[in-house]
């Protein structure tokens, strides 16, 4: 089983750029999300999605959208990539409330 | 006011010194509570979830305390190996999400 895979790993797109990163599992979890993660902050959920059919805004998904493409499946979206959002990307997925399995990340950055 | 709260540290502790670390959560209707670790630019891990009862695995010792609304890690014996950040999470039923705190760093030197 490969778990949580994300891509890219590394992009670097310029201000006004647009971009989709890509997540999926192979643990048939209900439950997947998105959080960024900069110094200091923690963990921030952006998006998520608790069941196939279904999204939620979490903490800070100003500039981000989000689709759940089928129960193994969840993008994100970057419609106008800004300096701020240059970030540490995670995709995690989870059975509700359980445990919470990670991708490896996305590193981006938006000069 | 946030969600999770740490003390970010770093702990910096020798080898074989015992270090523990709290969690403050403020919503009273949390209802699962995990401890991650995270090494340099890897992603989360899961360490071990917690208990109401509190549950140990090895040299760690995870504990739950409702009334107080706080989550605690001990680390007995410390190795050069624990050297990581450590992520306190709690899960909202309702809402079918987790919060997470800012994590705290631990150094273990020799």
């Known amino acids: 089983n490969a778990g949580v895979t994300q891509t890219p790993k590394f992009q670097v797109l310029k201000t006004g750029q647009s971009m989709t990163l890509q997540c999926a599992q192979d643990?048939?979890?209900?439950?997947m999300y998105w959080y960024r993660q900069d110094p200091g902050m923690g963990l921030r959920l952006i998006y998520y999605?608790?069941?196939?059919?279904?999204?939620d805004k979490g903490e800070v998904p100003n500039g981000y959208n989000v689709s759940r493409l089928n129960k193994r499946e969840f993008s994100l979206r970057l419609e106008s990539a800004a300096p701020s959002q240059t970030s540490v990307y995670f995709c995690a997925s989870s059975e509700r409330l359980n445990e919470q399995f990670f991708g490896p990340g996305t590193r981006l950055t938006v000069l | 006011r946030k969600e999770v709260e740490q003390d970010p540290g770093p702990f910096n502790v020798p080898e074989g010194a015992t270090v523990a670390f709290n969690c403050t959560y403020s919503?009273?209707?949390?209802?699962?509570f995990f401890w991650y670790r995270q090494d340099c630019r890897k992603e989360p891990k899961l360490l071990m979830s917690v208990y109401s009862s509190g549950n140990e695995d090895g040299r760690f010792t995870a504990q739950l305390n409702r009334a107080s609304q706080y989550i605690s890690l001990l680390i007995r014996d410390s190795k050069l190996s624990d050297s990581a950040t450590y992520l306190c999470?709690?899960?909202?039923?309702?809402?079918?999400?987790?919060?997470f705190g800012s994590g705290t760093k631990l150094n273990v030197k020799p």
């Open positions: 999470a709690v899960g909202l039923y309702n809402f079918n999400k987790f919060y």
């Open positions: 919503n009273s209707a949390s209802q699962s």
């Open positions: 999605s608790a069941s196939e059919g279904t999204t």
């Open positions: 643990m048939n979890h209900n439950s």
